[in-house]
């Protein structure tokens, strides 16, 4: 079992910045990619930003020259820098981790969600 601990959201107004953080923790045999989704009422999840363990990233178009996300020191630590928030990017935020256990069986963990307010 992975556990997923999410932190760093809260409110921010229009122009401004948060970090939030995501640490996977437990039976960890390979994390192929981690990353974060967002889904904001009647909408649904939808990807912003993943990094794999190579180093590639993608992003999501709405968030691309705004967002960062990258790596931490920690071992199987992710975080995502959101500068020049908007309104638009008010969501539930959610870490992801693409796992395979030691039989290389795919599976995917999620954190608990952390809210982003962006208000005007």
């Known amino acids: 079992q992975v556990q997923l601990v999410e932190s760093g959201g809260g409110l921010v107004q229009p122009g401004g910045s948060l970090r939030l953080s995501c640490a996977a923790s437990?039976?960890?045999?390979?994390?192929?990619?981690m990353g974060w989704y967002r889904q904001a009422p009647g909408k649904p999840r939808e990807l912003v930003a993943l990094?794999?363990?190579?180093?590639?990233?993608n992003y999501a178009d709405s968030v691309k020259g705004r967002f960062t996300i990258s790596r931490g020191n920690a071992k199987n630590t992710v975080y995502l820098q959101m500068n020049s928030l908007k309104p638009e990017d008010t969501a539930v935020y959610y870490c992801?981790?693409?796992?395979?256990?030691?039989?290389?069986?795919?599976?995917?963990?999620w954190g608990q969600g952390t809210q982003v307010t962006v208000w005007s």
């Open positions: 437990g039976r960890i045999f390979s994390i192929n990619a």
């Open positions: 990094r794999r363990s190579g180093g590639t990233t």
């Open positions: 992801n981790a693409e796992t395979e256990n030691s039989d290389y069986v795919p599976y995917d963990y």
